[in-house]
């Protein structure tokens, strides 16, 4: 079992800055990697940035909508996932949810935290 939580959305101005937390707890060794996801109103949940587990050879990956903009980054001594959000859009709006991948031997797991909202407002 994991358990994720997010902090750090809020009400913002285009333009302006939010960085998102994810902490993780549990099993957390068998986590393969994080990725932080948003949705929006009336749209389905996509895939913002991913970060794998610590030797990847790709450790990060980007929607091409946040790209340049966004940066995800983890603290592992703190189970700690960050996603440094900066010129952001009202686009941007959303539920934030950060995604463990969780894998042991065969078995692999998604778990969800609850989300954290961010609004930025034009």
């Known amino acids: 079992q994991v358990q994720l939580v997010e902090s750090g959305g809020g009400l913002v101005q285009a333009g302006g800055s939010l960085r998102l937390s994810c902490v993780a707890s549990g099993s957390t060794n068998s986590i393969n990697g994080i990725g932080w996801y948003r949705q929006a109103p009336g749209k389905q949940r996509e895939l913002v940035a991913e970060?794998?587990?610590?030797?990847?050879?790709?450790?990060?990956n980007y929607a091409d909508s946040v790209k340049g903009r966004f940066t995800i980054s983890r603290d592992n001594a703190k189970n700690t996932v960050f996603l440094q959000m900066n010129s952001l859009k009202p686009e941007d709006t959303a539920v934030y949810y950060c995604k463990a991948l969780w894998k042991y031997y065969a078995i692999t797991r998604d778990y969800w935290g609850q989300g954290t909202q961010v609004t930025v407002s034009s």
């Open positions: 970060i794998s587990s610590a030797g990847s050879t790709n450790p990060t």
